[in-house]
DNA sequence: TCGTTCGCATTGACTGGACAATGCGTCGTG
DNA sequence: CACGACGCATTGTCCAGTCAATGCGAACGA
């Protein structure tokens, strides 16, 4: 059966027989060696492509996938370095050293989808404006994001050039006098739609993380929200949390 | 071709022509709709399995599957209530309620796997306490959860025993004089393995979160690593934030 | 009325072929 | 030596069929 196929090749990439990299044994070469139809030889490569393990090069043959994850931390947008010793260190051993990064940054004014507008408290009709950014690493896609801002209060300010912004476009919005003192993280996790597949070149078996960040002035207005797709091969997702010391314990 | 079946139906499911729950045209139905072979209507078929948005239920038929994510939040571990108005009402939204939970809980001693190990700041063939957690919800597994202690710390402590802790796991290891200050948080998304779709009984197509957080006493010593394995198709991760006036911004 | 058995529609697994698409290397040519 | 054309190995797509597994409902029997 396919599954002893898929299994077997499984096992010879776990305990390294085929390490990352390396090319597995062609379709013909299986359907010899376990004298099976060709069907059931790409149902078992098929599985393994779905779970993310191998990947087809055409028509060159199957190969074990390779992970290269970097850190994606949220709480980088209000505090550059890390607070605690420990995640100083899990950056740095993540780090994209050697790496060339690029990114391209769009502008434009846009009625929002309906779970945008909703966390942004706009009225069905009313507009936004987004940035849209999306980010390379060593020329290949590495994550797009897409922040949202209620279009009355960033109206001829410098997040409407499509420039970076190296004071942050949230420190604009402070200066504006739309400080963030909060934020809402959701994070959800699914397999991508067929265009974030195209924009992000995700092979089959490559889900993504959803996160869409919501921030919040004082006075609890909602006035950005920050839309990133993050492919699951490419990122660890971190935060770190700290706590004072009367602590109300729950399992 | 195959990808114009696909493409059709994912729009059906888009527009909801077909909605959620809803049977789709069976095997047979699509092989004379567009009259193809039949492997071409189960590659298509396939695609949208992977895809998480249908469902085989053999021999029933292919159905469009449905989506009830749970809330999952990190920081309720020691902060039972959230402190933002936003994050009550996401919690409320995405509620369990009417949804009958159960959970069974294991106590074992282990050498814990290397990347545990290596949080824990154990040597090799150091011993270590794990709390395995299975949660259910309507008789449907729902996440996993192994909490790992070095052994020396809590032998002969009520985290040994594998009853419910109402008081939680953490203030045992508070009363034993490892007070948690810090905890640093890893979030990889990928597909789950073979045993890991067992164990939740996870469709084709159905990616998982592996969550990893590693608990840190005020002297840096990591005296807890919980491990958890989420469903992407029943959870949402949620975080809140929040901080002080003075934010040095970075985009 | 209730319980059991059986048929049937449907998907799962598989065969053994065919032709198309594609990247790479080789060979030949200018 | 440089460049282009070609062949080739390999995967992608597809066909037409067979037999097995399975859950549901209908028919049947007690």
Known sequence: ??????????????????????????????????????????????????EGLVVPM???????????????????????????????????????????????????????????????????????????????????????NDSYFPLDIVRDSEIMRPEDITRGANEVLAELGYRQVRALDELYVRMPTPDEANRLELGPGTPVAYHVCTGYTADARPVRVAVSVLPGDRHVISYERQWEQPQDGAE
Do not use: C
């Not at 299986?30 to 078992?44: F, I, K, P, S, W």
């Not at 074990?64 to 505090?79: D, H, N, Y």
């Open 1 to 50: 059966m396919y599954q002893q196929i898929r299994d077997a090749l499984r096992q010879q990439i776990a305990d390294g027989t085929l390490s990352a990299g390396a090319q597995l044994p062609t379709e013909a070469a299986l359907t010899a060696q376990y004298d099976v139809g060709r069907a059931t030889v790409r149902q078992a490569l098929g599985e393994l492509v779905n």
């Open 58 to 144: 055409r028509p060159r043959g199957y190969f074990v996938k390779e992970r290269r994850p970097m850190v994606f931390r949220p709480q980088a947008e209000f505090r550059k370095r890390p607070y605690s010793a420990e995640m100083d260190a899990f950056v740095t051993e993540h780090s994209a050293d050697g790496r060339e990064p690029r990114q391209l940054i769009e502008v434009a004014i846009v009625e929002p989808a309906a779970d945008i507008a909703k966390r942004l408290h706009l009225e069905p009709g009313e507009l936004a404006a987004v940035r849209r950014r999306i980010r390379w690493l060593d020329g290949e896609p590495f994550n797009v």
